[in-house]
């Protein structure tokens, strides 16, 4: 995977590992990481596929609030009741040696509690994006996560995917030349959706297509240019479902502009399906479509089209998490909670930007 | 061509024509259309193409104010002395019965000008886009030509091209269902022209891309969603080449805003090459790439590759003129002047939101 321009951040350094740590992972060896899935909502539910198709992972525990759910997931995975928790009780998985990492698929809002929590249980992290609504937060979580001497992920699917890993190159390579212009855009219609679903929430949620999936246009931005945006402007669209839409908003654009004059132009919604992402550089262009979404995607530059395999983004990601913790390495930087950190405090600057009206500076 | 939720504008009735007019065209019936070419720049080369190709249309008269190129068109198109003009003289045209059509590719900074001048000398005018700076402008334009009974034009030659005229058939009749979002970016880097180029000068270009591109995707977002923009929001982006760009914008980014809650986000750009419209609606989704240039363009909805000829838009453009003027009717809405006055009144509100950093409000 390129690196070029991409920081190593905050990823934690094999000597930084605390003696837990390193123990654990020694007694690690030879087997697969042990993952407790907490909350069992939709997303745990794509990701079945993924540690079905993993070969480094086993589904060893969950954490979930609904009985029925328990009982289904403990009958599909032969998960032993000792193994299965409530939001209550999960902080007696610090004594549950079965357990050794905690995937947080809850909704947006339980993201830092369970991080902190399943960290002071000892258990390594992976957290569904967003992280958490704050950079502040995501610092908090960073810091919980390297006291506790645990390793601390961001669910960053893309990074997996063999079409983003070209974006990347052709980007930082500047295989076209200098990237000028990105157009990145990610909305699914939720027309129908109940008007109490937890999307719609704004305390739980934290906000609408922009906090549920921006950081996939701003992430994506980012990697192929292999460069922090200096300055934001965004705007509020209109709300054309306000029977569903009152707390968060419906819709939202925005403009990143980057160091090397580069800008990105953004669309998040939730009132239209929309998945692409383009960049043009000097000398041509690469685009995908659908690009951002779970795939498979389709790609191509001004030259030819893409060909790659279709992978299963979630079980490349958990496998290779999975060899990094049961070799006791650091985590890739590109899923790391600074990672994280970088894309919520351009996500707060998108916020701050359309609700001001004002160009909003990201470099203080 | 679909005209479904596209006014008439301010078309001319037959009966509105004088008597003039009326008489000219009964003079002209079986024969071609007489056009001068006034400003023989690079759109005046491009423009050869389809004066070759069109079947209704023939090149008797130039106006340019280099005698080279005077006769160097002269020779390859035989045109007569008499009906060769330079922009002192050009006003003796009003006795040139050689001469119906004046077709102004003159820069920017002169379309307004002479469209007054054609119309006084009682010729049908043809004018490029931008048809001139300010909404008020085309107005005058519009009411010289009808107070001297002759048609006005812009040269809106995407309205002449099969995969145009489906993106408006798949927007207006709502063939995905209800268009939500559009994305239509139009640039060309411009990185090596001269410094002294024309585009680069305010007082003769009238702006940097959103004045020469801008119209492409402003309109093409009116026709296919059959509805005018509310308010708009827009942003300058940074000069990367600032021994160029001193004058003008290079580039800038905005987002219309219309009746059904739909948005449009448009990038118009020097600093790169980018040439896209996309739509994504209820039911699925179209687009185009290229889309906005000469084409040939490339097209296809969510469910099929788009599959119409390539077309000369030009040809088809000249040819239909030719045929409403030489049978005494007037003008199709979608090129009138009416049209290229919607658009500069977009336009200049997209100048005045970048500018103030506000949302421009377009409908008082």
């Known amino acids: 995977m390129e690196q070029i321009g991409w920081g190593l951040g905050a ?51 969950i954490v979930t609030g609904t009985p029925t759910k328990a009982a289904q997931w403990q009958s599909e995975f032969r998960i032993p009741d000792k193994n299965s928790y409530t939001y209550q009780n999960f902080d007696q998985i610090v004594s549950n040696p079965d357990i ?12 830092k ?17 967003p992280m958490a609504f704050t950079e502040k937060d995501c610092q908090e979580m960073i810091d919980a996560c390297r006291k506790a001497g645990v390793q601390l992920a961001v669910g960053y699917r893309l990074h997996y995917d063999p079409h983003h890993i070209e974006l990347k190159r052709l980007g930082q390579h500047k295989v076209f030349g200098q990237v000028r212009l990105i157009e990145a855009s990610l909305g699914y219609r939720l027309a129908g959706i109940p008007p ?58 925005w403009q990143l502009y980057f160091p090397s004059g580069a800008i990105c132009t953004s669309s998040c919604t939730s009132n239209c399906n929309v998945d692409r992402f383009y960049a043009s550089a000097d000398e041509g262009y690469f685009e995908l479509q659908p690009a951002l979404s779970y795939g498979p995607f389709k790609g191509r530059t001004s030259q030819a089209a893409f060909n790659f395999p279709v992978v299963n983004q979630q079980a490349a990601q958990l496998d290779d998490i999975a060899r990094h913790i049961l070799a006791n390495k650091p985590l890739p930087a590109h899923i790391s909670g600074e990672e994280g950190r970088k894309d919520m405090r351009v996500i707060e600057g998108i916020y701050q930007a359309a609700t001001s009206g004002q160009k909003v500076d990201l470099t203080s």
């Open 196 to 253: 109490d679903d937890w999307h719609l929430k704004k305390a739980i949620a934290g906000g609408g297509p922009l906090m549920n999936l921006g950081v996939y246009c701003v992430q994506s931005s980012r990697y192929v240019l292999g460069e922090e945006p200096v300055a934001v402007t965004a705007q509020f669209g209109p709300v054309t479902m306000p029977d569903l839409f009152k707390e968060v908003e419906e819709n939202i654009t």
């Open 11 to 61: 990823s934690l350094t094999l000597a930084s590992l605390p003696a837990m740590a390193r123990e654990r992972a020694g007694v690690m060896d030879n087997k697969k990481l042990n993952i407790a899935l907490c909350g069992l909502g939709r997303y745990a539910n794509v990701l079945k596929g993924g540690l079905a198709a993993s070969q480094s992972c086993r589904l060893a525990g």
């Open 113 to 129: 509690e369970f991080t902190l929590r399943a960290a002071k249980a000892g258990k390594h992290v992976i957290v569904e994006k």
């Open 100 to 111: 050794d990492l905690v995937y947080i698929t809850l909704p947006n809002g339980l993201h």
